[in-house]
């Protein structure tokens, strides 16, 4: 069909034209408006947003870690502080051509082939946003060097800043802890920027890892202005950092270090506890490491030296470490005794040996003591007399008292890992073994053997509570001082009793005369303490018991010593435990290390005449004696390729914190399998073999 013409007038050009004008006029004014909205938009809300993002461009800004809060003792001396530090560090993520930036750190620094070895080493294991350390306590003109050449480094982070620094070394490793880097996995956990920053570290065990919220600070940051190469042209303002709080401890640091060095080579603790508070006077657990190894970047040399050392000085043994109390528990059973009626002046007669059943269980003196009371009984430490008495009464009678003062209680001390022993009763053994109780278990419960077991601390605060007569409750903090203690659920006039026994532990002619103070004027009152480790067979008993200076030193026993002073008015109390030390050397024995840490207290000048007698004897002081064992196991392995040397001096990666590392859990293990092979008195009972404590007057 064909369309009608359709005839297109002058009129009808102009209008649609005008309407097509009209259109493309709102089409261009709109995508007007909305530029203009966008730049309005851009240089109005955004303008913060590039502004900051061109002030980048201009000014490169890194966190400064923030210095961290010291740790002081009751007398306001660092026990925790920091020191000036020029250090130099890698971030992998930022490192380019890594053999050049390598060769001219050599060059600058003046590194050592083994040095670079050992930084390719971390290079090739760091996560790569984790630092590397490359230098650390290096002098200005070499810091400064490095700063003047930035440009040709990329990825190297030279940092001026603080590091840790402990004044008492390992004297205070197990109380402090140390600090590190942050891993990997604490930076994906938070994502916070400060984790990364070169030069941060942050608590990893101890009281440093505990109060880390407190002792941290709030981080600053630094502004330096840079060409579009990078290079420096000059330093602007800088926001500075806020410092942690102080954390204040109850430690007399002065003690400390005293106790630290006394141990002298034992394997052992001391705990020293203030009888009017409970304040925690000392808390040393040796052999330990040194932390500023720890917090500048452990080797994996030293690693496993700490690792393969069989007196474990990675466990903090204070509370970590577990032992059969010994004969330390014999005051305690008296107070026991006494509070279910028996008579302390009635006397039982020791033979040397007592049969139950079919079992002999032996007291220390083959001969026997005679007829003994009880004051007689703690001070000779009648294991015959004990065994009588809990074979008549039940262990019932006991464990309240044992937990009463002390044993097996959990007590509220800020550090991550602790072990609390066992005080165990018929309903114990019966949920833990699904077996009853038995006499041979009372026995063996009488003398501290058998399922019995205790942590250092948990003596020391048994020793404080029977001093004081009031439930003290141990404190390391200032802030948390409990200083109104109630008076403990016991006749005070059987607490005298037991007190005037432990007197006479010392005083008296009992097994501890060896620690009779030389202060004139103070009297020390004790109770020695010996664990056995080991069953010793019939066989062996009939030729003649090994002496433990015959045997290995895991089979030895433990010396335990649990001590207050002065004995008429307690101000002081401690707890001693060495492991295997076996009573084999004199100057090394509980006795006079228990004495000489008491005289500290009472007559310093008189303490450290007795220390720098017999210290010479032992090889020198911690520090000497740390290093030469250092020395010895370098030697034991030099002669390596450079390669396995740098691999050796390489940082340890897979070091976890001390107290949780590898070599503890197994020592803590094989405790646990010991004490379950001499608690078992199915065979037998270990009390049956009786202690090996003498009198020494």
Avoid at 118 to 127: M, N, S, T, V
Avoid at 456 to 479: C, E, N, T
Avoid at 659 to 688: D, L, R
Wanted: with cysteine.
């Amino acid at each position: 069909m064909n369309r009608p013409t359709r005839i297109v007038t002058e009129a009808n050009q102009s209008y649609s034209f005008s309407r097509r004008a009209v259109a493309l006029g709102g089409l261009q004014g709109g995508v007007g408006l909305l530029l203009a909205a966008r730049m309005g938009w851009l240089s109005i809300a955004e303008n913060e947003h590039y502004q900051m993002m061109a002030e980048s461009n201009r000014v490169n800004m890194t966190l400064m870690p923030p210095r961290r809060g010291w740790i002081v003792d009751r007398h306001g001396v660092p026990i925790a502080n920091n020191r000036t530090d020029f250090r130099v560090d890698i971030i992998p993520d930022r490192l380019q051509d890594k053999d050049r930036v390598l060769a001219l750190l050599q060059e600058i620094l003046g590194l050592k082939p083994e040095d670079v070895e050992r930084i390719k080493i971390d290079l090739k294991r760091a996560a790569g946003f984790q630092p590397v350390q490359v230098a650390e306590n290096l002098d200005w003109e070499r810091f400064a060097a490095i700063g003047v050449r930035l440009p040709e480094l990329p990825g190297v982070a030279p940092t001026r800043g603080f590091s840790r620094n402990y004044p008492g070394g390992a004297a205070v490793a197990h109380l402090t802890g140390y600090v590190g880097a942050a891993t990997a996995e604490q930076y994906r956990k938070t994502r916070d920027p400060l984790l990364v920053t070169p030069g941060f570290k942050l608590g990893k065990d101890g009281l440093e890892k505990s109060l880390e919220g407190e002792l941290r600070g709030v981080p600053g940051a630094k502004r330096i202005e840079v060409t579009a190469r990078g290079k420096l042209v000059r330093e602007l303002a800088t926001r500075p950092d806020q410092p942690g709080q102080t954390g204040r401890l109850t430690i007399d640091i002065g003690l400390q270090e005293y106790a630290a060095r006394r141990l002298g080579t034992n394997s052992g603790s001391a705990v020293v506890i203030d009888c009017k508070t409970g304040e925690m006077l000392a808390m040393v657990s040796m052999p330990a490491y040194d932390p500023n190894s720890f917090s500048d970047g452990i080797s994996h040399l030293e690693w496993e030296m700490l690792s393969k050392d069989d007196h474990v000085p990675l466990m903090n043994k204070v509370l970590q470490g577990l032992y059969p109390p010994g004969s330390t528990v014999k005051p305690m059973n008296a107070l026991a005794l006494m509070a279910a009626g028996v008579n302390p002046e009635e006397r039982i007669g020791c033979s040397g040996a007592m049969r139950v059943g079919n079992g002999i269980f032996h007291c220390h003196k083959r001969g026997g003591h005679g007829a003994v009371n009880m004051k007689t009984a703690v001070m000779q430490s009648c294991d015959i007399y004990f065994y009588e008495m809990v074979r008549r009464l039940g262990y019932d009678k006991i464990a309240p008292i044992a937990r009463l003062v002390g044993l097996g209680e959990r007590f509220d001390l800020p550090f991550p890992s602790q072990r609390y022993g066992t005080m165990p009763d018929p309903a114990w053994k019966m949920a833990k073994y699904k077996e009853d109780w038995t006499v041979a278990d009372s026995l063996n419960a009488s003398i501290g053997q058998g399922y019995v077991l205790a942590n250092p601390l948990q003596l020391a605060v048994m020793a404080s509570r029977l001093a004081s007569g009031r439930q003290l409750k141990p404190s390391i903090l200032a802030s948390q001082v409990e200083r109104n203690a109630p008076a403990l659920d016991i006749d005070p006039a059987h607490l005298a009793h037991v007190r005037d026994a432990m007197f006479g532990v010392v005083n008296e002619g009992g097994t501890g005369g060896a620690a009779r103070m030389l202060v004139p004027g103070v009297s020390l009152a004790a109770k020695t303490g010996t664990a056995q480790v080991r069953r010793i067979t019939r066989g062996e008993r009939a030729s003649g018991v090994l002496g433990n200076g015959q045997l290995p030193f895991k089979l030895r026993d433990h010396a335990l010593f649990v001590c207050f002073a002065p004995a008429d008015n307690p101000r002081y109390a401690a707890g001693i435990v060495l492991e295997h030390n076996g009573h084999t050397v004199r100057n090394l024995d509980t006795p006079l290390i228990g004495r000489d840490i008491m005289t500290y207290l009472f007559d310093r000048d008189r303490a450290m005449a007795s220390l720098a007698e017999v210290e010479p004897t032992w090889g020198g002081d911690i520090k000497t004696r740390m290093a030469a064992t250092a020395e010895q196991f370098r030697l034991a392995n030099a002669g390596k390729p450079t390669a396995v040397a740098a691999a050796a001096a390489a940082t340890e990666i897979n070091a976890t914190a001390a107290t949780e590392a590898p070599a503890v859990t197994a020592a803590a293990a094989a405790s646990n399998t010991t004490a379950a092979i001499v608690g078992n008195t199915s065979q037998g009972g270990i009390a049956g073999e009786g202690s090996t404590e003498s009198p020494d007057e």
